[in-house]
């Protein structure tokens, strides 16, 4: 059985006052839910100042990105090491906005991912396809090229989740419908399977996001491959990240 896993991706958003608020209201409301793992990826500024705030609490606490480097001469860069040393649990590794907007591609996220697994992060690895690619039917394929170019042989999936993002879908409002996200993610847990064996298969999570918010996240959560979400746009509202986290709780 796997337990689903919500993260809050807030991406540059929020002050330190307001994300202190929102983490209590999450723990105060989520209190009594022990079958739904939950995690916040702040900007990096505020994580070392949200971690009082996160001990004694069920909320994980995550990094949005790291550098492959421990460290070094790489200006405006953040080591997974630093990341251990401020207290985060988890770093989000290739994002479609990392790939997009800062040229991040299968070598470097190999890298990263490998990195932040060996100084002991859990790793949220996310793939996704575009509206173009989608529309000319290369979804599967390009999932499978983003799962095969980092996802390299040896590594300890057991601390990996795959965030299943269509690109098209994230930040716009337009979410997949519960049968592509499933069909899609049914597609990634094929691939892991052969790649890493049925027991990888069986117990890997694959959660889903692009515009997951309160008035969807039942119907997508409900579907059997999809474990959970990872949460833009609706993570930074309290009531909404709270209503997201109880539609993940297993029936
Ligand atoms: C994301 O940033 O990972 C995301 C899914 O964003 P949104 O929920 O806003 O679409």
Redesign the pocket.
């Known amino acids: 059985m796997r337990r689903p896993f919500v993260v809050g ?1 807030w ?1 540059m958003n929020l002050n330190l006052a307001d994300a202190k608020n929102l983490v209590r209201r999450l723990d105060h409301e989520t209190v009594g839910i022990h079958n739904v793992d939950r995690g916040v990826a702040p900007p990096a500024l505020l994580i070392i100042p949200l971690r009082p705030e996160l001990q004694d609490t069920r909320i994980l606490l995550g990094a949005q990105n790291m550098y492959h480097e421990p460290k070094g001469a790489f200006t405006g860069e953040i080591s997974g090491p630093m990341l251990v040393d401020a207290g985060c649990q988890f770093v989000i590794i290739g ?1 479609s906005e990392r790939r997009q907007h800062f040229g991040e591609d299968g070598p470097l996220l190999q890298k990263k991912v490998k990195a932040a697994l060996d100084i002991g992060l859990d790793v949220i690895y996310c793939i996704g396809e575009t509206l173009q690619q989608r529309d000319g039917g290369e979804t599967n394929g390009i999932l499978v090229r983003q799962l095969h170019e980092v996802l390299i042989d040896g590594l300890d999936w057991k601390r990996i989740t795959i965030a299943y ?1 269509p690109v098209w ?3 716009t409002g337009r979410n997949a419908t519960q049968d592509q996200a499933q069909e899609a993610h049914q597609h990634i847990r094929l691939w892991l399977k052969n790649k890493y064996g049925p027991d990888a298969a069986s117990q890997m999570r694959i959660q889903y ?4 918010k309160a008035s969807n996240a039942k119907e997508l959560m409900n579907m059997p491959d999809i474990d959970g979400a ?5 993570s930074l509202v309290a009531d909404e990240f709270i209503a997201i986290v109880r539609a993940a709780i297993p029936k």
Request: aromatic share 0%.
């Open positions: 991706n991406k994002h993002e879908a994230i930040g996001g692009g515009s997951v990872l949460v833009g746009g609706a």
